[in-house]
């Protein structure tokens, strides 16, 4: 079967036109007006990764899920969570209402702007670790903040067990002003149906049934065992793989059968689960895969050299575990990942050199400070770290100050060059 990529063409032909022409759009899509955020929630594009495709010769595409309303895959459960405490009567829509949650972060935006929508506020905690622009999101959407050190789940101190705490004494609180929820994205189903009813029909849809495997990295494992439950149930032979950074406990779980961490770490965000949650309770990968932090960074520099995708670090884990599970699988299938969040959540991390210094990771050439030419060459080496040699094949300075010579602001630019 033919699968409908953005231009109408079988994936044979795709791969045989590495560069369609740029000119050839999707056809305009006009029952997307909406009366609503929520509605404006999913439906995200799915886009074929070029160069992981052609290192594997597999069909590899990723979820966009950085383009809904809020800004990553979270909008989906958040949404869903919200909806949830409505058909409970737990919230009643324009009523006052107070949601607390512990996120770490993309979940509190997701939450906070689905529950916005519906005249409800949010109570938010956050892990003092989690990106800057993460917490500075959730104040400029209007939750309510509150950061705590980071500890392990089993500490009485951990952000999660704080939020289930609060929800608590503000539920038994003798003024409380209004209703108070405790969303619970981990052990609450609502988040893992959003992937079921939504996500996983989606990628049917969208690769009109033709997806061989499906595969990305856990947080609450809602996105993976909702995906995985709606893929299953309409192409049982469907290959499930899951991805973990290091030290999370899942894949150590589902290969054991005992919840211990993994070795390592991991500076990657919202994945890297420390226990089973609820949203993963019957689930089972056919696929488990650990991916390092440098190995992640060079799958994200890849999708932002190569594909033009501005992503953070769990989308690169996410890619290096689809572009692994290719490798099992043989060329020929069609693998469909997750682009969870945007770079832009990680500015400070990721895709700061003094930062990935500190951690010992590979700072891509267009970042290093140190090296502000362009080099093409060199570069197209898939998943190979990009090194700091001069990116643009002749002398910028030199060009530049041709540019710029007699003008005033010569001595300041070519100082920096
Ligand atoms: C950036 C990012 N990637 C991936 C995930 C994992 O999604 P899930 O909780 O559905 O497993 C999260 C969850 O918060 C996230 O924030």
């Known amino acids: 079967m033919s699968l409908r990529v953005v231009f109408r063409v079988s994936s044979r032909a795709m791969s045989s036109s590495a560069f369609p022409s740029l000119r050839k759009r999707p056809p305009i899509v006009a029952d997307n007006v909406y009366d609503s955020f929520a509605s404006a929630v999913g439906n995200t594009p799915l886009i074929r990764l070029r160069d992981a495709s052609a290192r594997t010769g597999c069909e590899i595409y990723g979820k966009a899920e950085f383009m809904n309303p809020g800004g990553s895959v979270k909008d989906r459960a958040g949404l869903y969570l919200v909806a949830s405490a409505e058909e409970q009567g737990l919230l009643v829509p324009g009523e006052p209402g107070i949601i607390v949650e512990g996120t770490a972060g993309n979940t509190g935006i997701g939450l906070t702007l689905a529950a916005n929508s519906r005249g409800y506020r949010t109570i938010i905690v956050i892990p003092e670790t989690q990106s800057q622009e993460k917490k500075d999101t959730l104040r400029f959407c209007g939750a309510q903040l509150i950061e ?51 996500t996983g029909p989606e990628i049917l849809a969208q690769t009109r049934g033709a997806v061989d495997a499906f595969s990305c990295a856990m947080g609450t494992g809602g996105t993976l065992a909702g995906v995985a439950a709606a893929l299953r149930a309409a192409k049982p032979d469907v290959v499930i793989g899951l991805t973990d950074p290091q030290g999370a ?9 005992t919840p211990t961490a993994g070795a390592g770490s991991s500076i990657s965000e919202g994945i890297g689960q420390g226990r089973i949650t609820g949203n993963m309770a019957g689930f089972r990968p056919d696929f488990t895969a650990e991916i390092d932090d ?124």
């Open 148 to 198: 705590v050190p980071a500890m392990p789940f089993a500490n009485p101190a951990n952000y999660v067990q704080i939020a289930a705490r609060l929800a608590r004494a503000l539920q038994e609180h003798p003024d409380r002003p209004c209703r108070v929820v405790y969303a619970n994205q981990w052990d609450n189903t609502a988040n893992r149906l959003a992937h079921i009813e939504g």
């Open 249 to 257: 406990v899942p894949v150590t779980y589902f290969t054991t059968g």
């Open 294 to 417: 440098a190995a992640a960074m060079r799958e994200l520099n890849a999708l932002t050299l190569h594909e033009g995708l501005q992503v953070g670090l769990s989308s690169g884990i996410n890619v290096a575990g689809a572009v692994k599970l290719a490798e099992k699988l043989g060329p020929g299938k069609t693998i469909v990942t997750v682009l969870c969040d945007s770079a832009m959540r990680y500015t400070g991390k990721m895709y700061n050199p003094s930062f990935l210094r500190t951690k010992g990771l590979p700072v891509p050439a267009w970042l290093d400070e140190a090296n502000t030419r362009f080099v093409a060459d060199g570069m197209a080496s898939a998943g190979e770290a990009p090194t700091a040699q001069a990116l643009l094949p002749f002398d910028l300075a030199s060009v530049v100050s041709k540019a710029i010579e007699g003008t005033e602001i010569m001595s300041r630019c070519i100082t920096k060059l």
